[in-house]
């Protein structure tokens, strides 16, 4: 009998994959269900089973942990919550509450925002500026040419991150100190962004990478070491061994099995400045934005430094994360004290991320 591809039944399908893929799973994967059960009085029946289906499936709710052993980020994820439905819903209000904001100072960023003190950075899709209230010594923002940040295509994506790339590049010769960039991109209000106008933001920071991304080198390296094979090839086959793979040219993107929250997608590539990776990332929020119905999203790039280091980077690819963070008309953060302090809280499948997006790819 086949286990039917859900994450509930994650460690069965771990059971079920050949012995040397199962093998490479479980050095990197610790996985385990529990049953979390409760006791509704009476009174609450009509309710659960109008919210949720049936009554049984809220008294005996299955619960799978994921950890990764190797960076120790984990997942919780609830079948209860994941079997629902993923929203597609497109929200006209939403439009029309970008559209509002039209004639904002980034739809003239030439009068309407400051240069970098080594100019800005001009491309087919955007304009870099800099940022007024800096998170680093550099920081400067993409402000992109299309104001609906929700228009994109894999061609603006790719142009909105060469722009990026070469800001860094610009900070890298106004400082040579400044070696490690940082590219991310917090679409709408509940990923953190401020300004409705596509935007994203690039960093240089000097002395040693950004703490997440530095321990991230630190345990693929520490795995190097121990097993002989490299930490993101090997997880990008575990992935790819269970069906999460989602097939794109120039990358290895799937849908995480320990995603920091919701319909996490990791995409793999060499070089950061290989277009086919930033069209990837751009055909994956495509998907996410068309098929998915994501409208706030945060994208951030992990790659190696620009100039020499003394810590090695050599077997560092560039590591591309997206995630859903939720409905812009829901109050409730999708943050809280567990993802904060202790492992993230998933509603969304994995595989059905997957399936989802592969659903469009061309054949
Ligand atoms: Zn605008």
């Not at 400044?178 to 596509?198: D, V």
């Not at 069209?279 to 790039?301: E, K, M, P, T, W």
Request: with cysteine; glycine share 8%; charged share 25%.
């Amino acid at each position: 009998m086949t286990t039917e591809r859900k994450i509930t039944n994650l460690p069965d399908l771990i059971s079920g994959l050949p012995s040397a893929d199962r093998a490479v799973a479980e050095r990197i994967f610790d996985v385990s269900a529990t049953t979390g059960r409760l006791d509704p009085p009476e009174a609450m029946r009509a309710w659960i089973e109008k919210s949720f289906g049936s009554t049984g499936r809220v008294t005996a709710q299955r619960i799978v942990k994921v950890t990764n052993r190797i960076t120790l980020e984990g997942t919780l994820f609830n079948e209860l919550r994941a079997s629902r439905p993923l929203d597609t819903g497109v929200s006209l209000d939403l439009e029309r509450e970008i559209a509002a904001t039209e004639g904002d100072p980034f739809c003239l960023p030439q009068d309407g925002t400051p240069a970098d003190v080594f100019g800005r950075v001009e491309g087919e899709h955007a304009t870099t500026a800099s940022n007024i209230a800096k998170y680093d010594g550099f920081h400067g923002v993409i402000v992109f040419d299309d104001h609906n940040p929700l228009h994109l295509t894999p061609e603006k994506v790719a142009g909105y991150v060469s722009v990026g790339l070469e800001w860094g590049r610009k900070a890298l010769e106004t400082d040579p100190e400044a070696r490690y960039p940082f590219l991310m991109w917090n679409c709408l209000w509940r990923a953190g962004g401020s300004i409705i106008h596509g935007h994203a933001q690039v960093t240089a920071t000097r002395v040693s990478h950004y703490p997440k991304v530095e321990r991230l080198r630190r345990a693929a390296s520490a795995y190097k070491r121990e097993h002989g094979s490299g930490y993101f090839g090997d997880l990008a086959r575990v992935h790819a061994s269970l069906g999460l793979d989602i097939p794109l040219e120039g990358v290895r993107a799937f849908a995480s099995l320990s995603p920091i929250k919701e319909k996490e997608i990791v995409a793999i590539g060499d070089e950061p400045t290989d277009a086919s990776l930033s069209r990837a990332v751009g055909a994956l929020l495509q998907g996410y934005v068309g098929d998915l119905g994501v409208r706030a999203f945060n994208v951030a790039f992990y790659m190696p430094p620009l100039g020499p280091t003394r810590e090695d980077w050599s077997d560092f690819p560039t590591v591309v994360y997206i995630v859903d963070r939720g409905d812009p008309a829901n109050r409730t953060s999708d943050i809280g004290a567990m993802e904060l302090y202790a492992a993230s809280v998933v509603a969304s499948d994995p595989f059905r991320v997957a399936e989802a997006l592969r659903s469009d790819l061309p054949a």
